[in-house]
Nanobody
Framework: QVQLLESGGGLVQPGGSLSLSCTASGVGFSTYTMAWYRQAPGKERELVASIAPTGDTITYADSVKGRFTISRDNDKNTVNLQMNSLKPEDTAVYFC??????????WGPGTQVIVSS
């Protein structure tokens, strides 16, 4: 059974940091480009960052470049997102999934990030 489970969200003040983690079960994790997506209320889901199977190719949305860092641990089937210098505009539900559309997996529950003072 394929499952994606995100964790680490919460409430943080502007300028603060948060670390998200995603665990993938029942999938050949090391063969997937993985990605983090986010969706704010009333908005479309958007790509935040992606990382190739071996971690050698990484992409970031312009809005998070220089503030967020994506990483993965293939031995643990996890992909992480370190978020620094958070802004209110980063408020959203964050999801992980394949970074390759034809290999999309069922969406997990996501984890809520709220950036507010």
């Amino acid at each position: 059974q394929v499952q994606l489970l995100e964790s680490g969200g919460g409430l943080v003040q502007p300028g603060g940091s948060l670390s998200l983690s995603c665990t993938a079960s029942g999938v050949g994790f090391s063969t997937y480009t993985m990605a983090w997506y986010r969706q704010a209320p009333g908005k479309e889901r958007e790509l935040v960052a992606s990382i190739a199977p071996t971690g050698d190719t990484i992409t970031y949305a312009d809005s998070v470049k220089g503030r967020f860092t994506i990483s993965r641990d293939n031995d643990k089937n996890t992909v992480n997102l370190q978020m620094n210098s958070l802004k209110p505009e980063d408020t959203a539900v964050y999801f992980c999934n394949s970074g390759t559309t034809w290999r999309f997996l069922p969406w997990g529950p996501g984890t809520q990030v709220i950036v507010s003072s």
